[in-house]
């Protein structure tokens, strides 16, 4: 069990930038896997990105390659995600999620969210 809250989500311009963070509850952090998902209105529930336990692997969706990168501090119970060159299809809720691996469909713990809106 493990309880997680997101933070950082705000209005940008395209092109901006915007750095989430997600404080994670309890003593088994580093137990997990940690990831990043989206959800515009009316579409179904994206990955996004995923680091490892130790931090040592990553997986990124291909729509934000290159652009966004997740990181943990594991002695701050906290995860990140910096994105970069913001595009207005990556308006969306964004979920910290909780997991075994790096694998999309193994995350099953979620946050509430923040919201990110990005403006043409």
């Known amino acids: 069990q493990v309880q997680l809250v997101e933070s950082g989500g705000g209005l940008v311009q395209a092109g901006g930038s915007l750095r989430l963070s997600c404080a994670a509850s309890g003593r088994t952090f580093r137990t997990y896997a940690m990831g990043w998902f989206r959800q515009a209105p009316g579409k179904e529930r994206e990955f996004v990105a995923a680091?490892?336990?130790?931090?040592?692997?990553?997986n990124y969706a291909d729509s934000v390659k290159g652009r966004f990168t997740i990181s943990r501090v594991n002695a701050k119970n906290t995860v990140f995600l910096q994105m970069n060159s913001l595009k207005p299809e990556d308006t969306a809720a964004y979920y910290c999620?909780?997991?075994?691996?790096?694998?999309?469909?193994?995350?099953?713990?979620w946050g509430q969210g923040t919201q990110v809106t990005v403006s043409s």
């Open positions: 680091i490892s336990v130790s931090g040592t692997s990553t």
């Open positions: 999620a909780a997991g075994v691996t790096i694998t999309p469909t193994d995350f099953d713990s």
